[in-house]
């Protein structure tokens, strides 16, 4: 779905909200999800400065916000249309959660326009207006204490939204927003991954300094070097993340006047340039 589809044909419809600091609130959420298209049945007030002073940078979703009269004339020319709600209805109804709602909606708004409607602060939508929705859509929160406040519910199915969207993009064009980044190696991480020989001289001459300071004996070892390899191999180190800590395993020897008896390396070179400052 291309970006002005994702933004123009699924709105956000708010009915009849008590509180203009929520509206600004709502707007401030949808912008932060790339929404933009936001409709106010019969608001209690609106515009006021309360409802700027909350959008916080929002404005802009403010100032192009449709205001009606009635429900009808927000769901004028929607092909779809989903209301919030807390379960328990006397008649069943189709009850989707919001990850399925987002999916809906986007796929809804290749054909036309969509709308989420979001009830009063107090007491939701009525039965008459969620009648009006092809689907209800239940946010599963706390049953001890589910009650959201509006502009969380409006930032949750945003959510959702814009993480379907990413998807499509991703699947598409390319998405950077979804890729993890949790390693060297990984697209957009400043350091490349040590060499395995680099860390092996990393683990020798922590081996040593352990040695050093008698805190390790290499005549019973027991599981000390195996965990600690366990350790830092978890941790995936990158080059800058070796040089710093061979710098500080020699200003550690150096502090204690042990040198070991190491054939120097060029990791041991790299170590000392850490240690004088060169990062």
């Known amino acids: 779905m291309g970006i002005d589809t994702f933004q123009d044909q699924i709105r956000i419809v708010l009915v009849e909200t008590s509180h203009s600091g929520n509206i600004g609130a709502v707007a401030r959420a949808m912008k932060n999800m790339g929404l933009g298209n936001l409709w106010l049945v019969n608001p209690n007030s609106f515009p006021d400065e ?13 100032d192009r916000a449709n205001v009606v009269s009635s429900l009808d004339e927000a769901l004028s020319g929607c092909t779809l249309v989903m209301g919030t709600s807390a379960r328990g209805r006397k008649v069943p109804w189709p009850v989707i ?8 909606a986007c796929q809804n708004a290749e054909k036309g326009n969509v709308a989420l409607v979001f009830g009063r602060e107090n007491h939701g939508l009525s039965n008459d207006e969620l009648q009006r929705c092809h689907y209800h859509i239940h946010i599963p929160s706390n049953p001890d204490y589910s009650s959201l406040n509006l502009a969380m519910a409006v930032q949750v ?28 190696g990984d697209p957009g991480w400043d350091i490349p991954p040590a060499p395995v020989n680099d860390v092996e001289g990393f683990f020798g001459h ?3 300094v352990l040695t050093d300071v008698d805190f390790h004996r290499r005549d019973n070892p027991r599981q ?25 395993l020699t200003a550690v020897q150096k502090a ?16 000392t340039g850490q240690e004088n400052g060169h990062v």
């Open 224 to 248: 000390l070097m195996t965990r600690l390899r366990r350790l830092f191999q978890r941790a995936r180190l990158d080059q800058m993340e070796i040089n710093i800590l061979r710098g500080i």
């Open 206 to 208: 922590l081996e040593q």
């Open 157 to 184: 199915m945003c959510y959702e939204l814009r993480m379907y969207h990413l998807r499509g993009l991703e699947a598409g064009a390319g998405s950077p927003y979804l890729k993890p980044m949790t390693a060297p």
């Open 256 to 271: 204690v006047g042990a040198s070991g008896n190491r054939k120097p390396t060029d990791a041991d070179a790299k170590a």
């Open 50 to 62: 309360a409802s700027y002073a909350r959008a916080a940078g929002a404005s802009d979703v403010l």
């Open 97 to 104: 959660p919001p990850p399925e709602a987002a999916v809906a």
